[in-house]
């Protein structure tokens, strides 16, 4: 059975200037005990992927697909069910964490009244079970009197990871988990996601922009770009031959920490607007494969057995 | 950090010290460099309608009599030792102590002023507070209207369209003062009964004049509350939506209390229409009689227990905030 099935999903925000096309029938799927990395730039629609899932981002929103989770069809939920869900099925690991809990009460009185929104438990229980929660992000127990202002930024996104878990949800959705991280604490956040997932018995979806930070713990990856999904695969295909021009373009931007100053392969050009409507590929202006084909046709879609968006896909 | 909490409150207290200090040698320094004299404004000139005549030596004893031909800064730390001992002198009109008549009528004040913050705080951060959360929507645009229309009101005309329409053709409610005159009490409970019917209109005139601020600020600020992320991790965690309001609410209500009380100074002069118009025996009338009456150590002493009494609010503030926001303080 799969934990989280999106089918078709598309979802457009209707606004004063225009209707933004930010997702575009996307197919994504993730089984039990998975990990599975979203990797795209800025403005691609990962995060509003992760939204739409626990519908967070209702307003303007303009929705169509299907989005199961344990086989249950979350698109025609009521709220009340919805909410049910978050926090308690679904975790969720934002994007800036900074800021991510109220800064007046303190950290533990969070936790409980995360705990109080989902079940009926004891109060010793709670304490216990958020202790041994703080305890495996390693951090100490004690410190839950304190306010969320007197950690520090590692420190906050691991109480963020523990607050996910808390109630250990089948599916965890980390959005940017690393991103405002510098890059030792990025691997270890990294990798105590992957510790925590394993031995909470969970599956995560990772998104990212940073393909070569996230790559590392996923068992499968799948490639956003404008909206849609270019190239998805297992994470030896997708690192080792990768064949969406997009995808080798990502892999190629790497940049080595290295003493001496290095020329980086980035991608030319800017991702294509939201609002407008392309009847061809949507990288052709950055591809340099590109050729009359992909500006007359769409490729084909990322969906069922075809795993990679491209005109080209099978012929070299 | 509850020693860093105190070192602020005293901190804070120390400057509404100094605050108060300043506005007592304004009160002081201010009429002394006005043009004319004591004697002058007491008996008139030589040109006013009934001249007292005095001759310069009961004059000059006159003056001695009351300090008046000290220097200056002796007359200071005499106007500054007698306030300390409560004493601002007598008033002309009534010819008892000021601090008599002032502490007969603050015990109304404090029951309008009060009862009309505390109605107008509720209810402004309620409505604020709802209508940020269903922004843009009907609730929202309507209230959106109705509370600027409110505060454009002056509170006179409302007081008298209330005496009017509530008081005089429905005859619901008592249209002036605070008590019925010469009523005999069965007890206490017809006492409070009196009273509170008494209250109502001015105190809702007052409430009305005050709410309209309160709510647009709270709005406000709950708006921008609601952008922040912790509001959308409270959502993502599944909490209801009961609980994130609190959250909200929250961190609205250190702002909010701060305006509240920023504003008391608005409030009394609300106070001083709302009072007159109701005839109600607080300090509002009285500044306002004692002003038509030129009733000058009245009026002095009126504005510095008023002045004092905000200043109170404000600090009262400040500590309420600083239990509330433990970073308060701490930069």
């Known amino acids: 059975m799969q934990v989280l099935k999106i089918q078709g999903l598309t979802v457009d925000f ?89 800064p007046l009460m303190r950290v533990k009185r969070q936790f409980v009244e995360t705990i109080k929104s989902h079940t009926d438990m004891p109060l010793q229980q709670m304490v216990e079970l958020i202790a041994r929660t703080l305890a495996m992000v390693s951090i100490d127990p004690a410190r ?13 996104q691991r109480l963020m990871i523990a607050l996910s878990m808390l109630l250990s949800p089948e599916l965890i959705i980390a959005d940017e988990p690393t991103t405002a991280l510098d890059a030792t604490v990025q691997s270890k956040i ?69 003493a001496e100053p290095v020329k980086v392969n980035g991608i030319p050009g800017n991702p294509p607007s939201v609002l407008k409507e392309y009847f061809g590929c949507s990288f052709l202006e950055r591809c340099d494969r590109a050729s009359l084909v992909c500006k007359t046709e769409k490729p084909p879609e990322c969906i069922g057995n075809v795993k990679v968006a491209c005109h080209f896909e099978g012929e070299s | 950090m509850d020693g860093k909490r105190w070192g602020h409150i005293i901190s804070r207290g120390l400057e509404y010290v100094l605050t ?34 005095i001759d310069e030596e009961t004059k000059y004893k006159l003056m001695d009599y009351y300090h008046l031909n000290d220097p200056l800064h002796v007359q200071f730390i005499h106007y500054l030792m007698d ?96 008590v019925t005159p010469y009523m005999d009490y069965g007890g206490i409970a017809d006492r409070i009964k009196d009273i509170l019917s008494h209250l109502i209109l001015p105190m809702f005139c007052l409430a009305a004049f005050e709410m309209p601020g309160t709510y647009l600020l709270v709005r406000n600020v709950c708006v921008q509350q609601l952008e922040r992320p912790y509001v959308l991790m409270a959502t993502a965690r599944g909490l209801k939506d009961r609980s994130i309001k609190k959250h909200v609410l929250i961190n609205s209500i250190v702002p909010a209390v701060n305006q509240i009380a920023a504003m ?68």
């Open chain 2, 83 to 178: 306030a300390a001992h409560l004493d601002f002198g007598y008033s002309i009109f009534y010819n008892v102590p000021v601090v008599d008549i002032i502490l007969g009528r603050l015990p109304w004040t404090f029951l309008l002023m009060g009862t009309a913050l505390v109605v107008s705080t509720f209810f402004g951060i309620w409505l604020g507070l709802e209508s940020a959360w269903n922004r843009g929507n009907k609730l929202d645009n309507l209230l959106l209207v109705i509370m600027p229309t409110l505060r454009s009101v002056p509170a006179f005309f409302l007081g008298a369209l209330m005496i009017f329409l509530l008081g005089y053709k429905m005859g619901l409610f008592p249209v002036s003062g605070a």
């Open chain 2, 264 to 331: 008391l100074g608005f409030m009394v002069a609300g106070a001083v229409f709302v009072e007159t118009v109701f005839a109600y025996p607080g300090m509002g009338m009285l500044v306002y009689n004692s002003f038509i009456e030129r009733d000058y150590p009245l009026l002095q002493g009126a504005f510095i227990f008023m002045s004092l009494c905000v200043l109170a609010c404000n600090y009262a503030a400040d500590i309420i905030c600083s239990y509330i926001d433990g970073r308060t303080g701490q930069e």
């Open chain 1, 190 to 258: 990294i990798d105590l996601l992957k510790n925590m997932v394993l031995q909470k018995h969970t599956s995560m979806l990772v998104i990212s922009h940073d393909l070569h930070t996230i790559s590392r713990v996923c068992d499968r990856i799948y490639i956003m770009y404008a909206g849609k999904i270019v190239e998805t695969g297992t994470r030896e295909e997708i690192l080792t031959r990768p064949r969406h021009p997009y995808t080798q373009k990502l892999l190629s931007s790497r940049l080595s920490l290295m």
């Open chain 2, 20 to 53: 108060f200090f300043l506005i007592l040698a304004i009160n002081f320094f201010l009429p002394r460099v006005m043009p004319g004299g004591p004697l002058l404004s007491i008996l008139g000139s030589q040109s006013s309608d009934l001249p007292v005549v």
């Open chain 1, 144 to 156: 839950g009197d304190s306010f969320f202002y007197e950690f520090s930024g590692g420190q906050r």
């Open chain 1, 14 to 102: 209707s606004t004063k200037a225009g209707i933004h096309h930010v997702l575009k029938n996307v197919d994504l799927s993730i089984g039990k005990g998975e990990i599975v990395g979203l990797i795209g730039e800025s403005g691609s629609g990962k995060s509003t992927l992760a939204m739409t899932v626990l519908d967070l981002n209702s307003r303007n929103r303009i929705v169509s697909g299907s989005i199961r989770f344990m086989d249950e069809e979350l698109m025609t939920l009521d709220k009340e069910k919805i909410r049910k869900i978050r926090g308690s099925h679904i975790g969720f690991v934002p994007q800036s964490s900074m800021n991510a809990l109220n």
